[in-house]
Every structure is written in structure tokens, then in C-alpha cells.
């Protein structure tokens, strides 16, 4: 199965279910992506059970995000005002092209040949190592996920896992191809080689690149949080430092930050705090040790503030990228994260892909890579109503025209047969005679032509010979005649059709 980046706004719906048949069939992959998250929920749980009142904490987190979005534009100036006061160059960038020629433009300035990366998912949106390499700037990760990526040349498929489908021996083999000598598959080893290899690129580097988890407005600190240091390194050893962040990641003041990181890092790794946790107020100032000489801020919108007064898709510019929604996902647990086909996967990625993109047509056909089951909602610490949206990004596709010709065909059908009750009663006369041949003891176990997949797991209940609004008028006109009689006949008929088992080798449908 190829895991390449398929970041393309083509790929996204039309690759769908390739990718999705792909993960599928791949049982290391469906083993591993389940084996993490499962670790990953288990944490979270516990992290949140020892905090206690973790409700009143998620209540706490949606309203200090939605205060902040719903006052976006007075805390971008305030945040902004406050970085260009500490010594920052401040950037408002619209699109994804925008950022990345501002970013240009700063390494042009500074004749810049190698960047150190921090871990930055706007990085990987507006696909910036692409455009680098491009130009001849060498960009390297020295997050040790997306570095065990960029050598195999993929995208992240976790929001903060990115390797979480790559086991210690695939690890080792990239790693040995890189380095031209043979490593076990230890984790030692393999951490002390990216560690040894990372070192050199933090001292060389002419630009260090991080995102930032949030930004707070009433000092204009740049809060950085990772679990491996390389974003203290990244900061603050190279002499010029870039951030690139999505325009919605503020927060008002630090008591909020601190609300915010407790619900961050509890619902990312269960840890009560992430091992580093950096606020950079500026660049390095007159007499003090360590620090870039520069540091530059790009805020960037592509798409986020198209989302600003909707009253449906304005929330989800709350989410913190905790991936507690990824990890709950049953679809996302058995197909990982590149089967989305975006950079942003699991159910935030559902929806935020297609509303960023503004495309319904292709990355639309995310929306419908989920079961609605709403352990997403559970699982987020900021209560987006992930599943509510998922529904609503449906209708949208919809009304936009852009379900296949058949889907409409058969949905037209379905509304003008409910829509009478004499063609109803023909069509579930019809439909019984027509599954008729397919149903065996009372269940379909192979139904035809397009409903197969329906039965492709689950043994589907044959519709009744006789439909139960038939059955219970003659019952009550029965009953009205002979009510003894006609209660016992009821009864009989129960436990009848309590009787009826499926075939064995499937499940009933649920
Ligand atoms: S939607 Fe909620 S659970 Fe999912 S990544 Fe965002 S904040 Fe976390």
C-alpha cells in the first residue's frame, strides 16, 4: 500500500475508497494505529479521572475558546501588537501561497540554505517543505516522528503521533538507508542515531521553524509545547526564528493558557503537563545568553476566517489539535490517518479539510468517513460537536448538488414513496417479493446489487411478508370481534418471531 503524500485536492474524495480498501487490508497497519490509540485513551482517562471535575474543566476550555473566537479580531491586534512590541516582525497572511512566499521572502533576506522544523501542522497545510525544496532550501525535521516521515517521504497520519503507523524495524531500515549502516530495531539505538544526526542540523541551520500551540494576547508570548525538546532547540539555537500559526490559536491571558494546556496535554498524551512547555516573549534582547536575533510570526487564515459568524461551522476554529477525537474514532482506529488523504485526519479532519479547502465536491466526501457515533464529541476537551457538523457538512454536499446521479435518483424514489401512502404500500410490497429469493430464515445474508455492502458484514432482517400496519389493523378489528382469540394469536405470532435466529457466519444488523 502506498502511504505517499496525497495532498492533492483531487485525491482527496476520489481516492477515498482505494485508500480506505488499502488501510483496510493492511493488518499491521489496523493493529498498530489501534494499539496506540487504545494506549492513548487509556492515558487520557486516567489523566482526567485523577484531575477530577474534568467536565467543568472541558466547560471551562470551550468558553475561553469561544470568547476568543467569537472576539478574534480584538485579540489578534492586542497578540499581535504586543509581539511587534517585544521585537517581532508580524505577518497576516490569507492564503497558504502567501505564507509561503513571506517565508521566502524572510530566508531570501537572509540568504538562508538549511531550516530546522519544529513539529508544525500549518507547516505541513500550506505544504511548505515541497515549496523549499524547490527553491533549494533544505528543510529538516527534528521532530522524531516527522523525521522518521520525511526519510519515507510521507505525511503525518496522527495530529501528534505522526508515525503511528511505523513499527522499530521499518524505523530501523529507513534509518539504516539513511546512515549506510545496519541498526537493530531498539529503541535506544534508533533514538540515539536521530538524536546524534538532529544535533548537528539545530547548530547549522541558517532558520528555525516552529508552529505555535498558542499565542498569548496580553503579553505576545508564543507558547510551544513538546514532549522531546526540539522545539526549545529549534527556537532558540538557530539566529533567526519563524513561527507560523493558525490565526484561531490565542488565547486571552495566561490563567487561560493555563486552563488550556492542563486540557491539552491530558487529552493528547495523559501526561498532567507536556515535558517542555516554551513561551518565547520576542528575540533575544541586549545581554541575554541564548535566543535568535529575529524572530518573525506568520498568522495565517487560509480558509479559517470564511468560517467566522457561521452558526454552524464557527466552532470548530476551537479545537486545540489534541487528536483526543482522532484516538476515539472507530473509523480512524482502523484506518489511520492517510487514508483521509489530508494533512488533517480523524474527525476534525472531516470537517476542517473540507471547510478550509472550501470544496465540498471532492474533500466533501470526507464527511461521510464516519459513523456519527459521537465519541468525538466525548473525547474533546473544547466540546465540538464534531458529529452535528459531520451531518450538516452532508446536507451541504448535497444542496450543493454534488452527490452521485444514482444517490439522487434513489433518494427522489425514496421521498415520493413516502410521500404516498398507496405507492409506499406497492413499493414494500414489491420490495419483499424482490429480496424474496436472497433471504434465508428470515435474514438477507447476501443482498443484490448495491445494497451488498450492507450484508457484507452483518446479516440485514428480511423485510415482513406481511407489514406490520396490515397485521395490527387486522388484530384490532379482530380484537373488537373475538378479543380472546385474537390476543392469543398475537401471542403465538411473538414468540413465533422470537424464534427466528440468523444464519450462522455473520451478525445481525445493529
Ligand atoms: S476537535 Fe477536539 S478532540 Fe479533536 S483535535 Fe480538536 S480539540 Fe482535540
Known sequence: MSLKAETDKQLIGTGLKRRTEEALANEFLRKAVSFTTDKLKTGKLQATDEFGSWEAWRERG???????????????????DNVAKAGGNVYFCSTGEEAVQTFLDIAKKRDAKLVAKGKSMVSEEIRLNHRLEEQGIEAIETDLGEYILQLAQETPSHLIIPAIHKNKQQIADLFSNEAGETFAPDTKVLAGYARGRLRNYFLEADIGLTGCNFGVAESGAITLVSNEGNGRMVSTVP??????????????????????????????????????????????REGELDGPEELHLIILDNGRSAQLGDPVFQEVLHCIRCAACLNACPVYRHVGGHTYGSVYSGPIGAVLTPLLQQDMKEAGQLAYASSLCGACYEACPVKI??????????????????TPLAERIAFKTFQTAFGHVKLYKLAARSAYYALKPFAKRGYLKKAPGPAAGWTQSRHFPMLAERPFRDRWSELQRELKRQPAKAASAANEADAHANQEQPPQGGRQHD
Request: glycine share 4%; net charge positive; proline share 5%.
Open 239 to 284: 539566529p533567526c526564528h519563524v513561527v507560523i500559526m493558525g490565526m484561531e490559536r490565542l488565547v486571552p491571558t495566561y490563567d487561560d493558557l493555563e486552563v488550556m494546556l492542563n486540557l491539552l496535554a491530558r487529552s493528547a498524551t495523559g501526561q498532567k503537563l507536556t515535558t517542555y512547555t516554551s513561551m518565547i516573549t520576542g528575540p533575544r
Open 385 to 402: 460537536p464534531l458529529h452535528d457538523m459531520l451531518v450538516q457538512l452532508r446536507a451541504r454536499k448535497v444542496k450543493q448538488g454534488f
Open 62 to 80: 470551550r468558553e475561553i475558546r469561544k470568547h476568543v473566537v467569537e472576539n478574534l479580531d480584538y485579540y489578534l491586534t492586542q497578540f499581535s
